[in-house]
């Protein structure tokens, strides 16, 4: 069912939880500064599983919620999946990432060991993924096809090594408003058959 130009639901026969992404454009090459920055951002927010735990999975909302940042497809999505209630759990990310969004002071969530955590996550991530010959011949081709800023590994640390606190504070502010606003976000989701959208 098509609930609005931005919104976007499907039901699905014999599912009995509700999945739901909302997306926002956003262009940026591969490796480059901005995609170093939102590669910790979701390293930062998958490990806010303490904060974000209790108000989601703790409370039955829903079991998977995580940020991915693609800059092959050129978005960034948030991410609910096996959702007992997608409209209460999303209320409860908006409100966690809103208090760092409109705090004065954000480091309660936003701290020094946080973002030094995922920081060694994301140059781990990196690392891996030329691991194979396979692997490294398709981290050419992005070189060849220009979908990637060619950059060294000691280059890429060093960009890591440059991402703070307020680097993440400032990606929650200019893009995560959009992945909770209603006219700057896709939003789609599945629900169980059974229910009314």
């Given amino acids: 069912a098509v609930v609005s130009t931005q919104s976007t639901g499907v039901k699905v026969p014999g599912e009995e939880t509700s999945y739901m992404a ?3 454009p ?3 090459s591969l490796y480059s500064d901005l995609d170093i920055k939102m590669r910790v951002f979701k390293n930062w927010f998958g490990n806010l599983d303490g904060v974000i735990g209790r108000e989601v999975r703790g409370k039955g909302l829903a079991y998977h919620y995580f940020v991915e940042a693609s800059a092959l497809d050129a978005n960034l999505s ?6 007992t ?5 999303f209320s409860a990310v908006k409100e966690i990432i809103d208090s760092i969004v409109t705090s ?9 060991t946080q973002v030094e955590v995922a920081k060694s996550a994301t140059f781990s991530r990196l690392v891996q993924k030329v691991k194979s010959d396979f692997s490294a011949a398709i981290w ?4 060849i096809h220009g979908k990637a800023k060619r950059k060294s590994f000691k280059d890429i640390a060093s960009e890591l090594d440059k991402v703070q606190c307020h680097d993440i504070v400032n990606l929650c502010r200019e893009y995560c408003n959009k992945l909770f606003s209603k006219g700057e976000s896709v939003k789609i989701y599945t629900i169980p058959q059974t229910r009314d959208v």
Avoid at 85 to 89: E, H, I, K, R, Y
Avoid at 104 to 112: F, K
Avoid at 140 to 143: A, C, K, V
């Fill in 26 to 28: 956003i262009s940026h």
């Fill in 22 to 24: 909302s997306v926002v």
């Fill in 85 to 89: 209630d997608v409209s209460a759990a």
């Fill in 78 to 83: 948030m991410q609910l999946q096996q959702s």
């Fill in 140 to 143: 050419e081709l992005n070189f």
């Fill in 104 to 112: 004065d002071n954000p480091a309660a969530l936003v701290n020094e």
